[in-house]
């Protein structure tokens, strides 16, 4: 802990030899400036709700605060959905703020490749041993890192009710498909409902299921052959992935209401104990184990092999999250109170008490000993082996496309191969 | 009034507020977006001049077709449905009653209240599961009957429209009672000193006098329609598929989830263009009706 | 007062009479108990949930709270920040207001009454506004009031909501003076009336009822205006209310009760405003007279 503190402070002293008489001003966007000595910084994020995550969160901008009087940190808060909205209507404007909270992949290409926002990579030693470039590599285009993150969040976990599972004779999720199948039907015949899911959102079939599912049978370097035009979406082995989802929609696996429920209405489903499994990522894990009278009872597996897949079967589909950005047009004092931002918001503290949380992070330090079992139990499975999450690797109108075309595989709409070939030739007409 | 010259300035001095603001603050912004139509533009990197490519793009997309005819849907269900429950109610509120004003104001409440509060209240009475209507039919017998009304790409657009008629019947049952007020006393007195009855009276008197109001309420049915989204959004995301999905809705999602700028400004151009055509039909069909009268 | 006298004048069948009026009355009302049920129960139902907490409400969605958590409109309060946004939702709601029907029924008054070379092409260019969908006009709409420096001001709100609102007053209201008859104003011109004293004393008064609709039907979309004010304001002190109340759900979550709660707060104003000019939309009728 002091080792690192005390090579954050280094680095920041080297970049403000660094930057010293280079030319301040470069008023940033959005009011931004500095006022005699204090330098004021304008911060974007999504932490509006009182989450954990949201709560460690601000707490963590206000320690820095507290620690650099010289440097004020003015937040907006903006509810995820309408944040999307607002930061690409200002970047049409290219009015982003100081520091502006960014999405790993898709999300945050077209910010780099539009130079709104700047690469962070002198700063990166800060974190030397703490973050493995695995870790950085969402945040990383074309070889320069633009953030940090804090979390690392597997999107397809398969969440179980011990008891309902022991009592149609099962321990844990089934090895194989097949098997999973039987398990499917087994639940179905002793009155629960199977799986739980609410996919009114249209991501949640991409993000918790395709991600994972996709990767058993096309391994994890699918995604970007296809972007690359190595490989295509009409490979059989895709097709069998979302035959897969088509199969389970048809055989009733879900509540039948799952195109109208929302994906925070289908976690009630499993915490009410009417479905005995959830595919959800790990972001329902906090409300599940704080909703639940029984820990114990609550199982966490993976999605099973798939009979013909190339892919790892014990792989989790994941990304890392909560990163932050610093834009394009700071410079000098500005910058340089930026990156010092960056380098004590994440801060052990920061992250231990993410994990307290129940979030996982991606820094490697100790998990504290207050942390849940189930937040060890999913820190374990994704230590194996993690694939790429679809919306965080695809083209954003892409991954539109995923969304709704699952949607109606899922009803019957659209076949599988219908479904391939649209995609394909969407990939097709950017190539 | 053909005293031109006289109120020429009044007649400048009284327009120039209104339209300059409105001149700068909603034509100017949608000309530009119009402009925006020609470009190929993801919001974040320079924009691309691609003349009319994205209007090909539009006629040859299956998506947007879609979304214009759940959107006639739409137009269809609030012109025939809102209107005349709305000028019914109006009629039976347009009286002296004991308690009128409660009734009235219970009337315009779904106008006032938010979307979100619409949305999970239909959207739990259409549930598939446990949903009331559900119940309903199977309390009397007609298990069979039931369905999954919002997750059956058969039945969710129906759902939806019953929802959005319902919304805003309030809005027009207040523009009906302003126009009511407008209907001068002395007709129905004549009317009923030759023995009309109330129903006659409405027939002969009040119907032909609430003609321009009529129109009114449709024009704005219609434009409303066109315009719909935020109900739809959250109601139901225009899924399942793309079943319940509208143009402003397809048009937004392509904007600012897609980052399609300049294809999001092609679709609104379809929009106006379309509004604009049922526009005019509406008002020469509803025209001619009353000249034939 | 004529007709009541009418109606009160004995006559042969005065029983029948009364019998039929009374069954035509409880059909009536057994018609409004209907209509009222049906649109009262969302907002019932709202207020009852804003008493539930999460596990409450989804356990039990149409119960009453089985333990009634009054702490969601605190907590409503400060996740929604009230204290700040409500004021400043009332600043643009009602300003926007004021100005859109003041200079809309100015202006709806000589496309309305006076016949000039464009005014079919104004009144038509005004009605087209009814016809823009307002996302389209976000982007232009933010990088217009960068250029003239209006983002982040109460003013730069006000005047897009003024734009978009004025065609629907136009529209209304024209329709509504256009209805009058022809020599109203005629008297008065004889008389030495100016056109603006004409519009105050003669015009404006019976055009009352359509002026309340506007001003409720202004209010409402001013208070509930929703993506102009997440594009064009950045200053947390400047905030309006509908930006507040998305506060509670968040990607993964959602605090029901709060939400229910903030959302309750929220329409109070409206109902006042509706309140307060209903009686101008039907006051013909509390004169006395039975229509229909």
């Known amino acids: ?431 | 009034m053909d005293t031109v010259s006289k109120t020429k300035w009044p007649i400048i001095v009284g327009m120039a507020p209104a339209l300059l603001i409105y001149l700068v603050f909603a034509i100017v912004p949608i000309l530009i977006s119009f402009y925006y139509s020609t470009m190929s533009w993801n919001g974040f990197s320079d924009m691309e001049f691609i003349g009319l490519a994205n209007f090909r793009e539009a006629l040859g997309d299956p998506i947007f077709w879609q979304s214009l005819k759940n959107n006639l849907y739409v137009v269809a269900a609030s012109v025939f449905g809102q209107v005349p429950i709305a000028l019914f109610f109006a009629l039976l509120l347009n009286r002296k009653l004991k308690g009128g004003k409660i009734f009235r104001t219970i009337g315009f409440m779904p106008v006032v209240i938010s979307t979100v509060i619409i949305s999970l209240v239909w959207g739990m009475m259409y549930n598939s599961r446990n949903g009331l209507f559900n119940q309903l039919l199977g309390a009397v017998g007609l298990e069979s009957w039931a369905q999954n009304w919002l997750g059956d790409p058969k039945w969710a657009m129906i759902s939806v429209c019953i929802t959005i008629i319902w919304q805003f019947i309030g809005l027009y049952l207040i523009i009906f009672l302003a126009g009511l007020q407008n209907i001068p006393d002395e007709l129905y007195e004549a009317a009923e000193i030759d023995g009309a009855s109330g129903f006659k009276k409405t027939l002969n008197i009040t119907l032909p006098m609430m003609k321009e109001t009529i129109i009114v309420a449709v024009i704005l049915c219609i434009s409303g329609s066109l315009r719909t989204f935020d109900l739809i959004y959250v109601m139901t995301s225009g899924g399942p598929g793309h079943s319940t999905e509208v143009l402003a809705m397809y048009m937004f999602d392509q904007t600012f989830s897609s980052t399609r700028f300049g294809y999001g400004s092609t679709l609104s151009i379809f929009i106006f263009i379309f509004s604009l055509g049922l526009v005019y039909l509406a008002t020469l069909i509803l025209r001619r009706k009353s000249a034939a009268d | 007062m004529v007709q009541s006298t009418i109606s009160e004048r004995p006559s042969v069948g005065e029983k029948q009479a009364k019998k039929r009026k009374f069954t035509k009355k409880t059909i009536i009302y057994l018609l409004l108990t209907l209509f009222a049920l049906v649109n009262a129960y969302p907002i019932f139902w709202m207020f009852l949930n804003s008493f539930k907490d999460n596990a409450d409400f989804s356990s039990n969605p149409f119960g009453l709270p089985v333990q009634w958590m009054f702490e969601n409109y605190v907590t409503a309060w400060e996740t929604a920040r009230l204290d700040v946004y409500f004021l400043n939702s009332l600043i643009v709601s009602v300003g926007a207001v004021v100005i859109t029907v003041a200079t809309g029924a100015l202006a709806s008054y000589f496309l309305a009454r006076f016949r000039f070379k464009m005014s079919k092409m104004v009144y038509g260019f005004f009605v087209f506004g009814l016809l823009i969908p307002i996302h389209a006009t976000l982007v232009p709409l933010f990088i217009l009031e960068r250029q003239l420096g209006l983002l982040n001001t109460h003013i730069g709100l006000i005047l897009p909501y003024i734009a978009f609102n004025l065609p629907l007053t136009i529209f209304i209201l024209t329709s509504f003076m256009r209805a009058f008859p022809k020599d109203i104003e005629e008297s008065a011109i004889m008389d030495g009336c100016g056109v603006f004293r004409i519009f105050w004393s003669i015009i404006l008064p019976m055009t009352k009822p359509a002026i309340a609709t506007v001003v409720i039907l202004n209010f409402i979309n001013n208070w509930n205006e929703f993506s102009f004010a997440l594009v064009l304001i950045n200053d947390e002190a400047l905030k309006t209310l509908p930006l507040g109340l998305t506060n509670f759900s968040g990607q993964f979550t959602t605090n029901y009760g709060a939400q229910m709660a903030g959302l309750t707060m929220a329409i109070v104003p409206i109902l006042i405003i509706y309140m307060l000019l209903e009686k101008h939309i039907v006051k013909g009728m509390t004169a006395g007279a039975v229509k229909g």
């Not at chain 1, 398990?183 to 799986?195: C, F, N, R, S, T």
Request: charged share 25%; glycine share 8%; hydrophobic share 40%.
């Open chain 1, 1 to 431: 802990m002091k080792s690192w503190k005390s090579r954050s402070l280094v680095a920041s002293a080297a970049s403000a030899m660094l930057l010293l008489g280079a030319c301040s001003g470069g008023d940033g966007a959005s009011g931004s400036g500095s006022n005699g000595d204090q330098v004021e910084l304008t911060f974007w994020n999504i932490w509006t709700e009182a989450s954990p995550q949201n709560e460690a969160s601000k707490a963590a901008v206000e320690r820095f605060m507290e620690e650099n009087p010289d440097i004020k940190i003015v937040q907006e808060n903006i509810a995820h959905d309408q944040f999307k909205v607002k930061v690409k209507t200002q970047a049409a404007g290219r009015q982003l703020p100081d520091l502006v909270q960014v999405w790993p992949g898709a999300e945050l290409t077209p910010l780099v490749d539009g130079e709104l926002i700047q690469p962070i990579d002198d700063i990166l030693d800060t974190w030397d041993g703490v973050i493995s470039d695995t870790m950085f590599a969402d945040y990383n285009v074309d070889g320069a890192q633009y953030a940090v993150p804090a979390n690392v969040t597997p999107t397809s976990l398969v969440y179980y009710n011990k008891d309902m599972l022991a009592e149609a004779g099962y321990e844990e999720i089934p090895a194989t498909y097949d098997e999973f199948k039987q398990l499917i039907e087994d639940l179905k015949a002793q009155g629960d409902i199977p799986i739980t899911l609410g996919n009114k959102g249209q991501w949640l079939l991409q993000s918790s299921y395709i991600s994972t599912i996709g990767d058993r049978m096309t391994g994890s370097d699918f995604l970007q052959d296809v972007l690359a035009g190595e490989a295509e979406f009409t490979d059989e082995r895709f097709i069998t992935a979302v035959e897969v989802i088509q199969e389970m929609a048809e055989m009733e696996a879900f509540n039948n209401d799952f195109n109208t429920l929302d994906n925070i209405q289908h976690r009630e489903l499993f915490v009410a104990k009417e479905a005995a499994m959830m595919i959800d990522g790990a972001w329902s894990l906090g409300p599940i184990v704080e909703a639940i009278e029984d820990e114990g009872n609550l199982g966490i597996g993976v999605f099973p092999e798939i009979e013909g897949g190339d892919g790892d079967p014990e792989a989790v589909s994941a990304v890392t999250g909560t990163g932050i950005a610093i834009n394009s047009e700071l410079e000098g004092k500005e910058l340089e109170a930026a990156q010092k931002f960056l380098q004590e918001f994440y801060s052990e503290d920061y992250y231990t008490e993410l994990m307290e949380g129940d979030i996982l992070v991606a820094a490697d330090i100790e998990t504290p000993d207050s942390a849940s079992d189930a937040l060890k139990r999913v820190s374990e499975i994704i230590s194996k082996k993690t694939a790429p999450v679809y919306d965080a690797t695809v083209p954003v109108d892409l991954t539109d496309a995923i969304n709704s075309g699952l949607q109606e595989v899922s009803i019957g709409t659209l076949t599988p191969e219908e479904f391939a070939e649209n995609l394909q030739r969407i990939v097709d007409n950017s190539l």
